[in-house]
């Protein structure tokens, strides 16, 4: 793990999405904080000063650094409301959760946990798709899903396309590949569904080789860097940007263990 990965875990919460400029917390608020305890001198540093320097430090260098960014989740089982909460607590205000099974089943834990994440004070939540290419009948596999979903009146904003496991789920054949993604994206545009892709650089042209028949729609890619910015994209069939990040797979607050996403507000 990076240092940065370790600070992420020691210090509070991930900071919220930005206040306006005049309710921004700064180094010289916690200095203000401190300067109510008589310090020594600062000719004669102690222990304590130089404990407080690293603190303030910490806090300047790190969670002044990110008071710009969205963070979220995915996942894959079931949360509760109350978990919900507690991680909005934790400044984690979106969610995204698995709704379709890479065995070509529906996954029924979407339609509690959806509501849940809703409930719980999120601002945003959307759905994924893990597709069983294998199955077959892409389209047919479409359907099931947003028939289900649109039953037990799931609301949900994005469909995300999963879109990844390379030999795992996918056969060798790109063009085989490219042709089931795309009847997938064919029939959930026909449905009316708000689609995103699911990839990055190295999962995307592994299954589907040089294809670019997905590069008209949003981009969420992972990337376990634990840095909450694009900096790291790189361009690859069709793509030349990100909407989504995600950079950490080991989240683990309230109960529930997550990735973490980013996005710019």
Known sequence: PSPLSSLLFLLPPFPPPPPPPSSLSSPSTSCSRASTTTMPSPTSPTSSSLLLLVILTIITTTTLAFDSHVYGIDVSTHVSEASARCLVGQNLTFGVVRAFHSTGTVDTNVV??????????????????????????????????????????????????????????????????????????????????????????????????????????????????????????????GWSKGSIKQFADDGSKCGVSYDINWYPP
């Open 112 to 237: 509690s946990t959806v509501a849940n994440l809703w409930a719980g004070g999120m601002s945003h939540v959307d759905v994924y798709m893990f597709p069983c290419p294998r199955c077959g009948d892409p389209a047919g596999q479409m359907r099931k899903l947003v028939s289900y979903l649109h039953e037990h009146h799931v609301k949900f904003g994005q469909l995300w396309l999963d879109i990844e496991g390379g030999p795992i789920y996918w056969g060798s054949n790109h063009g085989a590949n490219a042709g089931f993604i795309a009847s997938l994206i064919s029939e959930g545009r026909a449905l009316g569904v708000s689609l995103g892709v699911y990839a990055n650089w190295y999962s995307w042209p592994q299954i589907v080789g040089s294809w670019k028949g997905g590069d008209h729609l949003p981009l969420w890619y992972p990337h376990y860097d634990n840095i909450p910015n694009f900096n790291d994209f790189r361009p690859f069939s």
